[in-house]
């Protein structure tokens, strides 16, 4: 993990140029209580898997090709950096100091990784799926994101 000011702001500045901070709400058709889902994440999408090595070996995540059969011929491959939940909103986390366009919607994937967390002030019943008002902050989140 990244503990250095210079890498903090390196991120910071890969984040704010090439990166994108992410909410996705889902359908789940497997389980009528929970049929809405949420997850959260943060990737970087670039042509050079230099970056996309340095990411992967300082902060984990994976890396895949994106797309390689809708990208003409002339261009170079676009590799994407994922990284989800947990490990995201810490490093959210550490490098939020040093962001300067996408501060929000880092502060927003903090936000919804704590009504995530089993400590939440939300009582979650597992018979009856997660509350109401937990789900509206989720879809609020997910919006203004």
Same mark, same amino acid.
């Not at 903090?8 to 049929?35: Q, T, W």
């Not at 502060?107 to 509350?131: A, C, F, S, W």
């Given at each position: 993990?990244?503990?250095?000011?210079?890498?903090?702001?390196?991120?910071? +500045?890969?984040?704010?140029?090439?990166?994108?901070?992410?909410?996705?709400?889902?359908?789940? &058709?497997?389980?009528?209580?929970?049929?809405?889902?949420?997850?959260?994440?943060?990737?970087?999408?670039?042509?050079?898997?230099?970056?996309?090595?340095?990411?992967?070996?300082?902060?984990?995540?994976?890396?895949?090709?994106?797309? &390689?059969?809708?990208? &003409?011929?002339?261009?170079?491959? =676009?590799?994407?950096?994922?990284?989800?939940?947990?490990? +995201? +909103?810490?490093?959210?986390?550490?490098?939020? =100091?040093?962001?300067?366009?996408?501060?929000?919607?880092?502060?927003? !994937?903090?936000?919804?990784?704590?009504?995530?967390?089993?400590?939440?002030?939300?009582?979650?019943?597992?018979?009856?799926?997660? =509350?109401?008002?937990?789900?509206?902050?989720?879809?609020? !989140?997910?919006?203004?994101?």
């Amino acid at each position: 993990m990244l503990e250095k000011d210079t890498e903090l702001s390196y991120l910071a +500045a890969i984040m704010d140029g090439e990166g994108c901070f992410c909410v996705y709400k889902e359908n789940n &058709p497997r389980n009528h209580r929970r049929s809405i889902r949420y997850s959260y994440g943060m990737n970087v999408v670039n042509t050079n898997m230099i970056l996309m090595d340095w990411l992967k070996s300082n902060l984990k995540g994976f890396v895949r090709t994106k797309r &390689p059969n809708t990208i &003409p011929e002339n261009w170079k491959t =676009p590799f994407q950096w994922s990284l989800y939940a947990t490990q +995201a +909103a810490e490093v959210c986390k550490k490098i939020l =100091p040093y962001l300067k366009l996408k501060k929000r919607n880092a502060e927003i !994937l903090i936000e919804m990784n704590e009504t995530m967390q089993n400590g939440n002030k939300y009582k979650i019943d597992r018979r009856h799926g997660v =509350p109401v008002e937990l789900m509206n902050k989720r879809e609020l !989140l997910r919006i203004e994101m």
